[in-house]
């Protein structure tokens, strides 16, 4: 089974890519939405959140561990790789930089993302380990989070905070914008426009899951591959986690209460 985690129903857009370019796997996912959001937190807490989510996804037969929360992912994957070398971990960090290496052509790229990620200045070391030419601007847009999960996508006010967020990057003169966190692929369409048509964007659900693919497939998972629904637990449940679900999956989907999940 190929196990996704993600701070709460965000990550949902990762399992929506995964599910579309590996139709025929099991998935097993973990949204921690008792503990959400991890963005608003220290490392040092969401490091012990990603270990207890990577370890109920193991307890439950994952092979695979694919994290993606954008925050666990920019301060936990190390320590996660170090506990758990035996396991295969995906991330959503390093498939956006080199993605967004090989569309900028100034070489001046934007990360869109929540504190935790942007503060972790991870996208700066990932990017410069590449090409020191490159010049990396973080900008936190946390307002976004709950705006997605209202479902306020098409709201004046939506659009007047995702253009005031944009704005110090666009002084940049970005041509290329990471969507460096779960829920802003939902605002996609919105974020092109006041991005303007010169900023081409990185989607990290869609780049994480091509390394996820080849992985499996060059691998011959066989073992992974079996029909049927994925399973879908999450530490606290209310109808409106339901909601945000079919939202962020574009389907009804049924949401498991994890009665051992980490709290
Ligand atoms: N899943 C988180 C991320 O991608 C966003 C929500 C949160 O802060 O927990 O960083």
């Known amino acids: 089974m190929i196990g996704v985690f993600d701070s709460g129903i965000g990550g949902l857009t990762v399992l929506k890519e995964l599910m579309r370019r590996l139709p ?157 966190c779960t829920h802003y692929p939902i605002l996609k369409k919105l974020i092109a426009a006041k991005a303007g048509r010169r900023v081409k964007l990185v989607d990290p659900a869609e780049e994480v899951a091509e390394r996820v693919q080849a992985f499996v497939e060059g691998k011959h998972f066989s073992s992974l591959a079996k029909d049927g629904e994925p399973l879908i637990f999450v530490s606290d449940l209310t109808p409106a986690f339901e909601e945000v679900a079919r939202l962020f999956l574009g389907r009804r989907v049924k949401l498991l209460k994890a009665e051992d999940a980490p709290v």
């Open 24 to 180: 025929g796997f099991r998935f097993l996912y973990f949204g921690d939405t008792a503990r959400t959001p991890y963005g608003t937190k220290s490392p040092e807490t969401i490091i012990r959140y990603a270990i207890e989510d990577t370890e109920f996804l193991l307890r439950r037969g994952a092979q695979v561990i694919v994290v993606a929360c954008h925050s666990a992912s920019s301060v936990a994957t190390d320590t996660l790789r170090d506990r758990f070398r035996e396991v295969p971990i995906f991330e959503v960090v390093t498939p956006s930089v080199e993605k967004a290496l090989a569309l900028t052509r100034r070489k001046v790229i934007g990360v869109i993302g929540t504190r935790a990620t942007i503060e972790s200045r991870i996208y700066e070391r990932l990017f410069r380990e590449r090409d020191p030419g490159v010049r990396v601007y973080g900008r936190a847009c946390p307002l976004l989070v709950p705006l997605v999960e209202e479902g306020w996508l098409k709201k004046p006010e939506t659009r007047m905070i995702v253009k005031k967020c944009l704005l110090p990057l666009k002084m940049r003169g970005i041509d290329t914008l990471v969507l460096g």
